[in-house]
Nanobody, 124 residues
């Protein structure tokens, strides 16, 4: 079993940057693909980015491609989401999740373990 806890959210002006962290517990962390999702007020939760268990493959939603970077440090059981050039439409609660996949996953149903989320607010 894997438990995940997000941190690093906050308030930032448009054009600014934030780095989210996701600390995971469990000795099997390095065997899980990891993903970030987000949910804006009044909207469905959506996929943001995913990274394979080794970190060798990544995948992004079109809306964040070129601005966000997902990475992981298996020695620290941590996944990161570097967010640059933030826009007001990036405002959402960001969730980290773990999936028992060797590849990548972008569907919520592929992810077994979820964090509580961290709020990101981008002001215009």
């Amino acid at each position: 079993q894997v438990q995940v806890v997000e941190s690093g959210g906050g308030l930032v002006q448009a054009g600014g940057s934030l780095r989210l962290s996701c600390a995971a517990s469990g000795r099997t962390f390095s065997t899980y693909a990891m993903g970030w999702f987000r949910q804006a007020p009044g909207k469905e939760r959506e996929f943001v980015a995913a990274i394979s268990w080794s970190g060798g493959s990544t995948y992004y939603a079109d809306s964040v491609k070129g601005r966000f970077t997902i990475s992981r440090d298996n020695a620290k059981n941590t996944v990161y989401l570097q967010m640059n050039s933030l826009k007001p439409e990036d405002t959402a609660v960001y969730y980290c999740a773990a999936a028992p996949l060797r590849g990548l996953g972008y569907l919520e149903l592929e992810y077994d373990y979820w964090g509580q989320g961290t709020q990101v607010t981008v002001s215009s």
